[in-house]
C-alpha cells in the first residue's frame, strides 16, 4: 500500500503556516493584550478549553485497558481506538520536542517580563507556549475521526475552534501558538493512519469509495504488481 499525501492537506498545513507567521510578526501582541483588557469572558474561554483535557486521560485508559485485555488473551482491540490513542500519544510527545526546540514565551511571559521572541532550547516555565500542546492533543484524535467518521465533521470543527478560541481568550496562547499546535495535531492524526494503513485491514468503514481516506482527504491507493514471469 502507498500513501499519498493530497495538495489539498499540503496547502492546509501551508496556509497554516504562513497564518502563524503573519500572527507572530503582526497579530499575537494585540490580541493578547486586547483579551488581557478585557477578562468578563475568561471563564467563558476556560471552559471551552476543557475537552482538551480530556483526550490524553481517555487515551491512557484505553491502553491500559488494551494491555489488560492482551494478557486475558483478546485476539483483537477496537481499532478505531488504538487509532485515536496512537494520535493522542503522537501529538503529545510531538508538542512537548517543539515547546523546547523553539522555546516560545507564553502570553504571561511577555506581559509582565516583556519577552515575546523566541529562545530555542531555552528551559523554565517562562518558556513552552509553542505549539499549543491541548490544541494538537484535541486535533490530533478528531483528526482520524475526520477521516474515518466523516458524518459529524462539523462537530470535531467546532470543538477544536472551540478549543483554540478558549485558549487565546484566557490568555493562555498567543494565535500563532494554537495555529501552530493545529499543525501539529492534524499532522500526527495523518501520520497515524499511515502508519496503521488502510481502513479495511482493521474492520472499518471506509468513508469514500474509491479510495481509503486519511485527515483531508489523503488517499491510499494499491500499487499494481508486476504479472508473474
Known sequence: MRPALPLSLSAFWAALACATLLCILCLDRSVAL????HTG?????????????LTLPASGLFLCWAA??????????????LRLSFATLAATAAKDELKWLFGRPWPDSWLKYGLYSFHPLANGAL???????HTAY???PLGVLWALRPRWRPLYAAVVLG?????????????????????TGTACAW???????????????APYKTGLAAPSGTVFRVAKRAPPV
Open 68 to 81: 489488560l485485555q492482551k494478557l486475558q488473551g483478546v485476539a483483537r482491540l477496537n481499532p478505531l481506538w
Open 163 to 183: 478549543v483554540m478560541t478558549g485558549l487565546v481568550g484566557a490568555d493562555y496562547h498567543f494565535l500563532s501558538d494554537v495555529l501552530a499546535g493545529l499543525i
Open 34 to 37: 486586547f483579551f488581557a483588557a
Open 41 to 53: 469572558f475568561r471563564r467563558v474561554f476556560q471552559a471551552c478549553a476543557v475537552p482538551s483535557l
Open 191 to 205: 501520520g497515524t493512519l499511515v502508519l496503521l494503513g488502510p481502513e479495511k485491514l482493521y474492520g472499518l468503514r
Open 127 to 133: 518558556y513552552g507556549g509553542f505549539p499549543s500542546g
Open 138 to 140: 484535541i486535533s490530533a
